[in-house]
């Protein structure tokens, strides 16, 4: 029997926090745990789905996340059509967890409430074949559990992005600013911040870590107004993404956050993935203070990374 993860919301940092939680449940019980593909993370043999396995890495990475039209066609009329399957048969079951934005329309399945057991999926999972769509599996007590097992797991599935030799990868903070998606969520508000409490502070960390060098990536432009308050203070500041411009960002992102001292970010999930992998903990923004430490193993009870990584 078995319990196949068909789909959840998001890109690739939302996808590489179910895979974290989907290895736990693989970790904990004997049922084999399987994910259909999604645009990000695919399986290395072509196959609709992976099982997710303790020593053996058989999904990656999609650099290129354009997939053609007919492709992503097919795979969202084959993951309706494997819940309609499994919602009809009598020895399969069909779920879907979360709010309706939070799993693709027109998915049949019965809709699990906000305090659905684990256990309990888990034990039907031991009877029957059962797939699930949605945000919100998660077990982060059995996460813990496991941690050290599952970021040695991912890990060697990032391996090939983290070999990026020419880079400029010594003794410097990571700053990641976040707006487009966070600007337009009002539940979010609490994740924006303006440039001036970015340069805030970016300039109080370096100065209590005695940091010189900062590395800044931006899902918008980065404004020049932030780069030279940075520099007319002493600090020596990169944004990989124009100076590499013929890395592949991906690689860029990963081996950064990788190598860095520290990181300070407005609670990306992506960053956060990255980050749990190597680091123990990270920097937020405030609008109160100048930032707000926040350790890794309890981000998703922490304010405000809670509000996008639980």
Not at 17 to 26: F, Q, R, V, Y
Not at 179 to 196: A, K, T
Not at 272 to 289: D, Q, R
Request: aromatic residues 14%.
């Amino acid at each position: 029997m078995s319990l196949i993860f068909s789909s959840g919301g998001g890109r690739l940092g939302n996808q590489i926090l179910n895979l974290i939680h989907l290895t736990a449940l693989s970790l904990e019980y004997n049922i084999d745990v399987l994910k259909i593909n999604d645009p990000f993370l695919i399986s290395l043999d072509g196959s609709l789905m992976y099982k997710l396995e303790k020593n053996n890495i058989n999904w990656e990475i999609r650099k290129n996340s354009d997939e053609k039209f007919l492709s992503k066609l097919l795979l969202k009329f084959l993951i309706r059509l494997i819940h309609f399957y499994y919602f009809l048969s009598p020895y399969k079951k069909s779920y879907k967890i979360g709010s309706k934005n939070n799993y693709p329309k027109f998915i049949i399945g019965k809709k699990l409430t906000i305090n659905f057991s684990i256990q309990k999926l888990i034990d039907q999972s031991r009877k029957y074949n059962v797939v699930i769509s949605g945000w919100g599996l998660r077990d982060w007590q059995l996460v813990l559990k496991h941690k050290r097992s599952i970021t040695k797991n991912l890990f060697s599935g990032f391996d090939h992005l983290l070999n990026s030799k020419d880079l400029y990868l010594n003794d410097y903070l990571l700053v990641h600013i976040r707006r487009s998606d966070f600007l337009g969520i009002v539940e979010f508000d609490s994740l924006n911040f303006s440039n001036e409490i970015w340069i805030k502070s970016i300039l109080k960390i370096c100065l209590i870590k005695g940091i010189k060098k900062v590395v800044i990536f931006s899902d918008s432009l980065i404004d020049e107004f932030l780069l030279s308050s940075l520099e007319t203070k002493g600090l020596n500041v990169l944004t990989p993404e124009t100076k590499y411009n013929n890395h592949n960002f991906l690689d860029l992102f990963f081996s950064y956050i990788n190598n860095c001292s520290f990181i300070l970010c407005n609670a990306s999930t992506l960053v956060l993935s990255i980050a749990y992998l190597t680091h123990e903990k990270i920097f937020v923004p405030s609008k109160k203070y100048f930032y707000k430490e926040i350790l890794l193993n309890e981000a998703h009870l922490s304010y405000p990374t809670l509000l996008n990584w639980n």
